[in-house]
């Protein structure tokens, strides 16, 4: 018999710390990474994939990622501090960020300007 569930799927922000003082801007992650999933555990597993192997930090500066969700951080759009990234303009410490739809897709998102393609990012420098 088919069943068909509904789920309630949340975005939570993962901020990368310029541990070192740079950050790792490449096609898996950006300063701010989103990660849509079904719970802040499910959120934390894939955050670890997806960092792996971006992950050096040097001691002073403390670790580059702070992996750890509760169920208050997942909203329903993503969203840094309770402001919409879509309200957000782009800082020193916010030019982009990477979205992972739970479904598999992967988009860029421009601080200030909007989602585009990964070669459009640029460098605001
Ligand atoms: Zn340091």
Redesign the pocket.
């Known amino acids: 018999m088919k069943q068909t569930i509904t789920v309630d799927l949340k975005w939570y922000a993962l901020d990368q710390n310029n541990?070192?003082?740079y950050f790792y801007r490449n096609e898996d992650v950006m300063e701010y990474v989103f990660i849509q999933a079904l719970s802040p555990e499910d959120a934390e597993s894939r955050a670890r994939d997806i960092t792996e192997n971006y992950s050096s930090y040097?001691?002073?500066?403390g670790e580059r990622w702070n992996i750890w969700f509760r169920d208050e951080d997942g909203t329903e759009e993503p969203e840094i501090y309770g402001t919409e990234i879509t309200e957000l303009d782009a800082d020193f410490f916010r030019s982009a960020a990477v979205l992972y739809y739970f479904d598999g897709t992967k988009r860029y998102y421009k601080f200030g300007v909007g989602f585009v393609p990964y070669d459009q990012l640029g460098d605001d420098d």
């Open positions: 541990s070192g003082g040097c001691d002073c500066c």
